[in-house]
């Protein structure tokens, strides 16, 4: 069984940098066409794509987003780690970690992580 | 960027069909990917690859996808496919996964 779990902070302030973890278990990091994608949802609204990891270390990240976020992996512990600087009151959101499963020049994401809010405020 | 319109909202009674859309530009040259979520609860996915069903989901949803327009069917509506679903793809340039804005689909 494929699972996914994020963990961080619940709550950080204005300009700190935020660390969260994606723990997966029943796949490996190292798996050919898969990887694992952070995607986020500010309360009320829709999903919000920011950064993907291949199992061969590719990065991928939101354009307009580039600048403040980092993700990493490591293998070894099964986790996946992404950080997003610089955090402001808009970036309150559910942070979801989600597999990705590649396949002919496409790609979608299943399972999810059950999410954790994050909210900023000083 | 490439942008995915969906329509916000929208309800069915119970026993009809819901057809959801999600337009982009020449969207049937891409692979469109539908995800469920139920309020408080995570995204799951649908229909994979345009028309795929993941193991355990019930036959009545279905996806198609031709010239502008993806689609997602949900027939014989119950009201446990109350929810806001989202349709994504992945924009190769740049390289983007993208998200319909959702739409939630009431269950009247």
């Known amino acids: 069984q494929v699972t996914l779990k994020e963990s961080g902070p619940v709550l950080v302030k204005p300009t700190e940098t935020l660390t969260l973890t994606c723990t997966v278990s029943?796949?490996?990091?190292?798996?050919?066409?898969?990887?694992v994608t952070w995607i986020r949802q500010p309360p009320g609204k829709a999903l919000e794509w920011l950064a993907h990891?291949?199992?061969?270390?590719?990065?991928s990240y939101r354009t307009s987003l580039k600048s403040r976020l980092t993700i990493s992996k490591d293998t070894s512990k099964s986790q996946v780690v992404l950080t997003m600087t610089n955090m402001d009151p808009v970036d309150t959101a559910t942070y979801y970690c989600a597999r990705g499963i590649e396949v002919a020049g496409t790609e979608w994401f299943d399972p999810w992580g059950q999410g954790t809010l994050v909210t900023v405020s000083s | 960027s490439y942008v995915l319109t969906q329509p916000p909202s929208m309800s069915v009674a119970p026993g009809e069909t819901a057809k959801i859309t999600c337009g982009g530009n020449?969207?049937?040259?891409?692979?469109v990917h539908w995800y469920q979520q139920k309020p408080g609860q995570a995204p799951v996915l649908v229909i994979y690859c345009d028309s795929d069903r993941p193991s355990g989901i019930p036959k009545r949803f279905s996806g198609s996808n031709s010239g502008n327009t993806a689609t997602l069917t949900i027939s014989r509506v119950e009201a446990g496919d109350e929810a806001g679903y989202y349709c994504q793809v992945w924009d190769k340039s740049p390289d983007q996964r993208v998200f319909g804005g959702g739409t939630k689909l009431t269950v009247l």
């Open positions: 990891i291949f199992s061969n270390d590719e990065k």
């Open positions: 020449n969207i049937g040259s891409e692979s």
């Open positions: 029943g796949f490996s990091l190292n798996n050919a066409r898969m990887g």
